[in-house]
């Protein structure tokens, strides 16, 4: 195990920069010793942080930018003015293949915007998308789109199915991932149109995923399918619905556990297995959102972690370039797309012409 | 305390039916002891269970019918089929005046749609939506749509927020709920259109609440607002994906405290503090979304709930039917709808003439 790869990380994105990012990088290099960096951002913070982890050093080069994207710089503006930022140059790497992926905790917007600019969307692809890792109860699940795009067409939901497919053929290693359409319970409703008729899509053609219908919001976490697909607005608002519950909860747990001595004396003998259930649902064990549909990988940590949290964006980051999975998802893309039209085509072949207009 | 209410219960409705709408009806009398019952169902699988409970037998009478909506009926089908059935003849004795508000356990669905039809849609009101109440760090909010309907227009948006204030203060006895519009976090994203819109609008008309702007998915158990407001497939995802987050965590509680015999023992002492963890995160404590904008109050438990579980959806259409909240809303509604229509009129009458056809 342990191959080569360079990834290309923004040092400056996050509320905390090269302070978090490098002692993050040299995290993930313990676990996975083929990697190497390229931090960029400005040289005169990057490196006195980098002195203090020599392996690190050993393994990385500095791109000197002083341009910074701010986190709330709206997409828009840092496309104009971020030329020549740390998040532009470090997407710029794996466009030009100095880097296998780009790892940023900078502002999603503009990170979304250029990595659309720079990688551009594969062949074929309308609008990438952002993946999340979910903790299930057995495992994880892969769960897109978690608010690259607001609403999606039946077609754009039936590549997000391919590109979570290809995501979890890299990252669990099956060759037929299962996957999922998320949907209300309640039969008949009107108006998710786009998602009944990616369902027919998905159950009409062949694809190199096995296809398990529709499942609810409470089923996600109970791993029963390895990639569940939304349309971003429900999907970010479900990722961070669970975030905030597993919170709650956790904030419960303790105020139960601090209620009477008693219960802190039984929560101290039991501080072992509290342990193992906090590092269960520290959020730092899985951290990162994943854009799929370009042509090349950027990882996007959240902006508040730590360096724990940061390396989890870096192994994933590392995990996916290993993979091969821009290469197959391209492939499949050509494949797929091609029966995906005859598919999709045919009713309206077979039925009474569209009124004129419509 | 304790005003004189007549609910009428839907018997055959859930997947029990009068072995837990019953038992449920005698939980909820005995703390609301002004309530009596409508039943509606088969004499002869209620009058058994009936005779069990002699205190609710004395304020109870059974209004009998065979004929019952399936839980997986579709709601056409219910419609068509359904009049006469339990649930259609709950629902009409809220119409008739005979009962202040109907719970059923039944196919929501159907249940939807009867009510729709039978109750109809108050004045200015285009759509009803579903309201649940959402367990907090501090207590609860109510949040809708929770899938009443798939979509919702900015003016849809705005219409449920004045029924979600007008439902917080019959339940939390607040003249000015706070409310939010549910959105996802990033900024500039195409599409939630309709969202910014009922934003504008809210911020823009003087209504009967404290409009707080936007929230996100893990801002909603926090408690922040009374009122939290979303489209309906978002909406129900999110609401799900909570339950079943709760579910997940509370799970690996149970397992962390299970690897060792020094984490079980101290479990076992702190066995008062898990006590009160499991009260706290029981579903059967908070069952019942309630239709909102009809003219009538229809509740809807969990079809697969107890006894324990139904009384708790009882007991919210006991307290929304004491609560003068249909009067105070269709007030409501006649007041700010004439400020929305002016506000929302504007634009476009200071902007160009629109488009021919547009």
Known sequence: MGQQRTLALDAMGGDHGPEVIVPGAAISLERHPGLSFILVGDEARIAPV????????????????????????????????????????????????????????????????????????????????????????????????????????????????????????????????TASLLNVGVEEVKGAEEVKEAHALLKAVELPLDYRGFIEGNEIGQGKVDVVVVEGFAGNIALKTAEGTARQIGQYVKDAMMRTWLSRAGAFLARGGFRVLKEKIDPRRINGGTFLGLNGIAVKSHGGTDALGFASAVDLGYEMSVSGLIERLAADLETFHHRLDTVSEAPRQEGTAPAPGS
């Not at 080069?61 to 710089?73: D, L």
């Not at 740390?86 to 293949?97: E, I, K, N, P, Y």
């Not at 999603?108 to 993946?131: D, F, H, S, Y």
């Open 50 to 177: 980098l002195a203090a982890h020599p392996a690190l050093a050993a393994r990385s080069r500095i791109v000197h930018t002083t341009q910074v994207v701010a986190m709330n710089e709206k997409p828009s503006q840092a496309l104009r003015r971020g030329k020549g930022s740390s998040m532009w140059l470090a997407l710029d790497a794996v466009r030009t293949g100095e880097a296998a992926a780009a790892v940023s905790a900078g502002n999603t917007g503009a990170l979304m915007a250029m990595a659309k600019l720079i990688l551009r969307p594969m062949k074929g692809i309308e609008r990438p998308a952002i993946a999340a890792l979910w903790p299930t109860i057995n495992a994880e699940c892969i769960v897109l789109d978690v608010g690259a795009n607001i609403g999606a067409t039946s077609r754009q939901l039936t590549d997000f199915t391919l590109m979570g497919a290809a995501m979890a053929r890299a990252l669990f290693h099956v060759e037929r991932p």
